[in-house]
């Protein structure tokens, strides 16, 4: 298998103001946190890791969380001094995304990030009607995601990014077109839609244990989903990934690196990195996270090698994911195999079932293909072995 | 002592008793008390051993066990001891140990009286001529009435209970009276030491190392390592390699005797030779006839077995021909289903005993299984005079081939305190029954007799009747006969094909309410597909009933998990996993519990 350097890093920032309702990420109520014990601890990891590195020059950096934009103008230029030290950045086509949330930036803040090296902001906007904003539990309203991206712009910043959400509770077609028409209204070079899923040890999963969550319907969801691609699609975005949308050149390349099951590194608190045929999640705590780094070792909770059958499952799993689909060429140079002798035979009833289809390259979801993902992704899981 | 001496030593017996009314518990403390076990070594209940026998509280295999007891006489008595189960599905197994003893201990609860089990049991003990010993047990329970239950006992059964021991096995009362009563009332075994060996088959357990373990009972003659035997019924002979009794754990002696209760390993290798209910005698000193006093049950209730995996089948056939050497009231033969691929039906006696193989299957031999609903056996007479016993509603002749069709009547019983007596009747109307009698066992409590389909008896009756007389019903039943009703068979369609594993036989009168609800039930339980499905009940050409599983929009992750890849794939997994619980039929992914689906209909 072919051993490549990563050239993508993620960092975890764990801190928001709050947690939101249907947030199970790794992240914490900020109040009363060690937030400088854990800026230095990540700063710490990231020359660890970058030590042990033939390279140290990255092409895409993702500062996630958390809300990352929680941290002062001074904390946010430790941190993005920090990542300068550590990593060297990549001169053409550089891009370095930082998430925020409507309402956690202002101008002095958006000045840091532009001078540390920030291209690309994505803010987790998620709906356009107060009172759902409310019942998710998210701090921000619609006229702090107008004057956050205003103030965004003003700063220098157009590589902007929102996600969208949708079958919320309560959340209504009609809904839907109107965030969507305030969305496009903005004219954003890139969108993200995600599905509400309901996670465990969340808010809302406790409420719809106990019945109290009213979901839309399974077809109105649909609904909405398609209500999405449609005006996406014909306000001129490209979806290149199932929930991805851009205009052409705006792609993520971050999350590109994902799906391509090339190699990226993960530093801080719960994050995940895939470098070397080795997936790794650090600890999740932050104290926890603190103390391993400070101790002198990386903070690593789990540790598990990726065999090749394992490596070539995830690379369908997640490169079907894009919907310019897999590249025979790139399977045979990750692997050094040919994809149809090791995935024929899923691919061929795949084919048939009218999920996946032919290209000039390799393979892609087909328009039906692309509503029943999950069907055709488990497909292959456990087949390579 | 010369054999002819020690066989006047010799008691053997067994427990008969309902479910619930402290069999078990005494049985182990007859174990303490003559010391076979010491208590430190006592697991509460010896005798179930088997890991689901505790799990459910009752005793489903036989066992035996020897003791020595010193009686007050001053002589040592061998004892044998033979538990039996309490459950209605089992009277086949309660037979074969009562032809093996010549007493027996009725344990009646000294609060609940007679119930429903107590009387069943009674009357197969009578068939056997037993001498029956009355035991109330629990009589240190604050709501005890031995002299109620004692009158009851002289009335309802007509056995004279005036020396009845009050008893409570938990708290050890009443032991040594009990043991004294076996000494001094049930008769020594009958036969002869110099007769040739006449042995009786009454349980077997297959060991993987000696082959089986016959469990016998010696009515004539002897037995011992070298003894070439023959089994009367198959012809089969073997040569004896060791004998032995249960004190409990198995242990090697050098000869079994007249009246003695043990085990004889003879190298055999295929369960098929050893059928329960056989008499052994000795090759070149025959007996002259076989024992009488066997009834073979036929099983009852019938179902499809089928392994979720196919690769498994081979795997399945093995666990049913371990579980038959154990269990002599189970049947099985190969059946192929175009839904369900290969498979086998299997006979039982009742539903418990399905229950039990079931879960014995997935949990012992460890394959998950897909189980179609239980069918009784019905018989149809064909236009051209042909009858046939269908054990599978697919193989039911077409509509215009069949003259009539009979199925089996149990007379069930059913004992309930009299304010229950009109949900009680309500209940068996519903499901068909034919009001029988009624007798009042006392002021308060009342025995029903109903004559009623068994097919209707299958599906959760008991369930029902539990729960609509707040658990104080009773219930046992015996076959009666076969009676012509007017039934049809019902087809169940996926997707516009037929599934043969949902087929059923259903009343006329009832086939339309049931065809619906079936439907409904399944359109439940089938998750929606990526296409939409329709789910119809048809009986011949004539559809009576749709639902349609509507076609799953969607399916797809949309999370990115922060590069947390092992997450998108565990969740892969599980659904790649949930799916092979799944069983494709045509195009539809149909989950387990579909199959069972018409088991889950409410009837009343």
């Keep these: ?385 | 002592m010369d054999i002819h001496e020690r066989q006047t030593y010799i008691r053997n017996f067994c427990i008969i008793a309902h479910i619930d009314h402290g069999k078990s518990t005494l049985a182990d403390r007859i174990l303490e008390y003559t010391g076979a076990l010491s208590t430190r070594e006592m697991k509460d209940q010896v005798l179930d051993n088997m890991e689901l026998e505790r799990e459910r509280g009752i005793t489903i295999k036989l066992q035996a066990v020897r003791l020595n007891y010193k009686a007050d006489d001053g002589n040592e008595y061998i004892l044998n001891l033979i538990d039996t189960p309490g459950h209605v599905d089992f009277t086949y197994e309660v037979s074969r140990s009562l032809a093996a003893c010549e007493g027996a201990l009725l344990v009646v609860d000294a609060a609940q009286g007679i119930e429903a089990q107590t009387l069943a049991n009674v009357y197969l003990a009578l068939e056997n001529d037993l001498e029956i010993l009355p035991v109330i047990n629990k009589i240190d329970l604050p709501n005890a009435d031995p002299e109620r239950i004692k009158q009851e006992i002289e009335d309802v059964i007509g056995l004279d209970a005036s020396d009845a021991v009050l008893a409570s096995a938990k708290e050890g009362i009443g032991i040594k009276e009990i043991l004294e009563q076996v000494v001094q009332m049930i008769p020594p075994p009958q036969g002869s030491a110099d007769e040739p060996l006449q042995a009786l088959i009454f349980d077997s357990h297959y060991d993987p190392y000696r082959g089986v373990i016959v469990y016998v009972r010696i009515v004539n003659g002897s037995v011992k390592a070298g003894t070439r035997i023959k089994m009367m019924n198959t012809q089969k002979t073997f040569e004896v390699i060791e004998v032995g009794v249960f004190n409990p754990g198995m242990t090697v002696v050098d000869q079994l005797n007249i009246g003695d209760v043990g085990f004889i390993v003879a190298g055999i290798k295929n369960v098929k030779d050893t059928q329960v209910g056989d008499t052994i005698t000795e090759v070149g000193r025959e007996t002259a006839a076989p024992l009488p006093g066997y009834r073979k049950i036929n099983p009852m209730v019938y179902c499809g077995f089928y392994p979720i995996d196919s690769s498994d089948y081979e795997d399945l056939r093995e666990a049913l021909e371990k579980l038959e050497l154990n269990d002599a009231s189970l049947r099985y033969e190969a059946e192929s289903s175009t839904a369900l691929g290969f498979g086998f039906r299997c006979g039982f006696l009742g539903l418990l005993h399905m229950e039990i193989i079931q879960e014995r299957i997935e949990r012992e031999f460890n394959i998950p299984l897909i189980t179609t609903a239980p069918s009784v056996v019905y018989r149809v007479t064909k236009t051209n005079g042909e009858v046939l016993d269908i054990e599978n509603p697919s193989n039911m002749p077409e509509p215009g081939e069949i003259d009539h069709i009979k199925e089996p009547f149990v007379r069930a019983s059913i004992i309930v305190p009299n304010d229950y007596v009109g949900a009680v009747m309500e209940l068996c109307q519903n499901r068909r029954g034919e009001f029988v009698t009624m007798e009042y066992l006392d002021v308060n409590r009342v025995n029903v007799i109903y004559e009623m389909p068994l097919s209707e008896i299958v599906y959760d009756f008991f369930d029902q009747l539990k729960s609509g007389t707040k658990g104080y019903a009773s219930f046992d039943y015996e076959m009666s006969e076969y009676k012509e009703t007017k039934l049809v068979k019902m087809d169940i369609l996926l997707n516009g094909e037929q599934v043969d594993a949902l087929s059923f036989i259903v009343h006329r009168d009832k086939a339309y309410y049931r065809g619906k609800a079936i439907c409904s039930k399944l359109r439940e339980l089938i998750p929606r597909q990526m296409f939409e499905v329709p789910i119809q009940a048809a009986i011949g050409n004539k559809i009576i009933a749709r639902e349609t599983v509507k076609a799953m929009r969607k399916n797809v992750l949309s999370k990115c998990y922060g590069g947390d890849i092992s997450r998108k794939r565990k969740l892969l997994e599980k659904q790649k996993e949930g799916k092979k619980r799944m069983k494709q039929v045509g195009s539809v992914e149909v989950p387990q519990e579909a199959f069972m689906a018409v088991l889950q209909v409410d009837e009343s």
């Design chain 1, 1 to 385: 298998m072919k051993r490549m350097t990563p050239a993508s890093v993620y960092i975890h920032i764990p801190f928001c103001a709050k947690k939101c309702h249907y947030c199970d990420f790794n992240t914490y109520a900020a109040e009363g946190q060690p937030m400088d014990d854990y800026l230095d601890a990540l700063i710490k990891e990231m020359l660890m890791t970058a030590e042990s590195l033939p390279d140290r020059t990255m092409k895409t950096v993702f500062v996630g969380g958390g809300t990352p934009t929680i941290l002062d103008a001074g904390q946010m230029k430790r941190l993005l001094d920090g990542i300068r030290e550590a990593f060297g950045f990549s001169g053409d086509g550089f891009e370095f995304t930082m998430e925020a949330n409507p309402g956690t930036v202002d101008p002095e803040k958006l000045e840091v990030m532009k001078e540390g090296g920030v291209n690309r902001i994505s803010f987790g906007v998620q709906s356009f009607q107060d009172h759902l904003l409310q019942s998710i539990g998210r701090m921000h309203d619609v006229s702090d995601v107008h004057e956050s991206i205003r103030q965004a712009r003003a700063a220098g910043f157009n590589n902007i990014s929102i996600d969208l959400m949708y079958g919320l509770p309560r959340q209504t077609m009609k809904m839907m077109e109107e965030s969507l028409d305030q969305a496009l209204r903005l004219n954003l070079p890139h969108y993200s839609i995600y599905g509400l899923k309901i996670e465990e040890n969340t808010v809302f999963h406790a409420l719809y244990k106990k019945n109290q969550l009213p979901l839309p319907s399974e077809d109105e969801e649909f609904a909405m989903y398609q209500l999405i691609r449609q005006r996406l699609l014909e306000a001129g975005y490209k979806q290149y990934e199932i929930s991805n949308f851009a205009k052409p050149g705006f792609e993520g390349r971050h999350n590109i690196t994902y799906w391509k099951n090339e190699p990226y590194l993960g530093i801080g608190a719960g994050a995940h990195g895939y470098v070397q045929s080795v997936r790794h999640m650090n600890y999740k705590g932050v104290q926890a996270y603190i103390d391993r780094v400070n101790s002198g070792v990386l903070p690593r909770k789990e540790v598990h090698g990726v065999a090749k059958e394992e490596a070539m499952e995830d690379f369908m799993m997640v490169g079907l994911r894009l919907l310019d689909g897999v590249a025979k060429a790139d399977f045979k140079d990750q692997f050094g195999l040919e994809l149809d002798d090791v995935f024929g035979a899923v691919i061929e009833d795949l084919v048939q079932k009218g999920l996946l289809t032919e290209t000039e390259a390799g393979f892609k979801l087909t328009e039906n293909g692309l509503l029943f993902g999950n069907e055709v992704f488990a497909q292959f899981i456990g087949e390579a072995s």
